[in-house]
């Protein structure tokens, strides 16, 4: 198991910014694709974005585009999920996932909302 664990979900106004972050301890996230996905109640898990482990630019949905992006800090064993002008559409909770031969690895995830 990898321990990853999602801080930064809340309340925030639509047009609002939140970051996200994911920690992981006893394992160094550096060598590994790492993603974000995000879940609303009666609906699958979706994809987010992901990034590889060099940290070049990230790649993410068509629904968030132009709004999110994603980075990594290896030094601080750390990735990040950087939302900008929120929608309410994008109130889920939200998914740190680590690549080993598929998305194996999960957190626990962190609830954002975004209110109208």
């Known amino acids: 198991q990898v321990p990853l664990v999602e801080f930064g979900g809340g309340l925030v106004q639509a047009g609002g910014s939140l970051r996200l972050s994911c920690a992981a301890s006893g394992r160094p996230l550096s060598g590994y694709i790492m993603g974000w996905f995000r879940q609303t109640p009666g609906e699958e898990r979706e994809f987010v974005c992901n990034?590889?482990?060099?940290?070049?630019?990230?790649n993410c949905a068509a629904s968030v585009q132009g709004r999110f992006t994603m980075s990594r800090d290896n030094y601080k064993n750390t990735v990040y999920l950087h939302m900008n002008t929120l929608r309410p559409e994008d109130t889920a909770v939200y998914y740190c996932?680590?690549?080993?031969?598929?998305?194996?690895?999960w957190g626990q995830g962190t609830q954002v909302t975004v209110s109208s």
């Open positions: 990034i590889g482990p060099s940290g070049r630019p990230a």
């Open positions: 996932a680590m690549y080993q031969m598929g998305w194996n690895y």
